[in-house]
Structure formats: structure tokens, C-alpha cells
């Protein structure tokens, strides 16, 4: 059975850094395109992020340009949310999401994905 496991989030001061990890396993994560997605207290979930099952396209959310950088390990089954400039707006639950596709595309919208991690809480604040 495929699982996600997200990993890395904490408390971070506004300007900092933080790397998510999204662990994959029971399954392969070659074909298998990742999205990023963060939901704050009492609003949807929203997209940050996504990557190609090839790794060679990459979406973002105009909010996160220029500061976060996605990027996948197939060899580790694994896929990367760098963040940095953290802004006390970037507050939430971040989650990792997986649909296998052979097709060299990753959508932002929560419904195009079919597995889901348990989520990992990230909070900017002085």
C-alpha cells in the first residue's frame, strides 16, 4: 500500500529556511507525480507545489516564486520542499500528495491527486 510520510516542518522566525521531506514507500516513486500543498486554521488546502514524474517540469504558486524549490530523489524515494524567506503567511499544514501518470504534468489542484500524507505543521513567527 503506497504511503506518504511528510517530515520536516517546525518553528521557524520570518526570513528563515526550512526543507520538507516527503517519504515514499510501498510503491516506487518513478511515475509518479508530487504535489505540495499547505491548509492554514479555517482555510482550504491550498497548492504551493508540484513536480513531474521525470522531475523536469515544476509548478508554483505565485505566492511562493522565488522562495520555495521543489525537487524529487527517485533513488530515495523521496521529494524535497525547499523553503526560504519563510513568511508568517506561509503558516500551516503542509502536505505531500502523489498521482501516477505517465504523462509529463503535475496539476496544483488537490483533487488531481489520489494519495495523501498525513501532513507537517510549519509556523513563521517571531
Known amino acids: 500500500q503506497l504511503q506518504l510520510v511528510e517530515s520536516g516542518g517546525g518553528l521557524v522566525q520570518p526570513g528563515g529556511s526550512l526543507r520538507l521531506s516527503c517519504v515514499v514507500s510501498?510503491?516506487?516513486?518513478?511515475?509518479?507525480?508530487i504535489g505540495w500543498f499547505r491548509q492554514a486554521p479555517g482555510q482550504e488546502r491550498d497548492g504551493v507545489s508540484c513536480?513531474?514524474?521525470?522531475?523536469?517540469?515544476?509548478n508554483y504558486a505565485d505566492s511562493v516564486k522565488g522562495r520555495f524549490t521543489v525537487t524529487r530523489d527517485d533513488a530515495k524515494n523521496t521529494v524535497y520542499l525547499q523553503m526560504h524567506d519563510l513568511k508568517v503567511e506561509d503558516t500551516g499544514v503542509y502536505y505531500c500528495?502523489?498521482?501516477?501518470?505517465?504523462?509529463?504534468?503535475?496539476?496544483?489542484?488537490?483533487?488531481?491527486?489520489?494519495?495523501w500524507g498525513q501532513g507537517t505543521q510549519v509556523t513563521v513567527s517571531s
Open positions: 500528495a502523489s498521482r501516477h501518470t505517465s504523462f509529463g504534468y503535475c496539476n496544483p489542484t488537490a483533487t488531481w491527486y489520489d494519495s
Open positions: 510501498g510503491a516506487t516513486l518513478e511515475w509518479r507525480a
Open positions: 513536480i513531474t514524474s521525470s522531475g523536469t517540469k515544476t
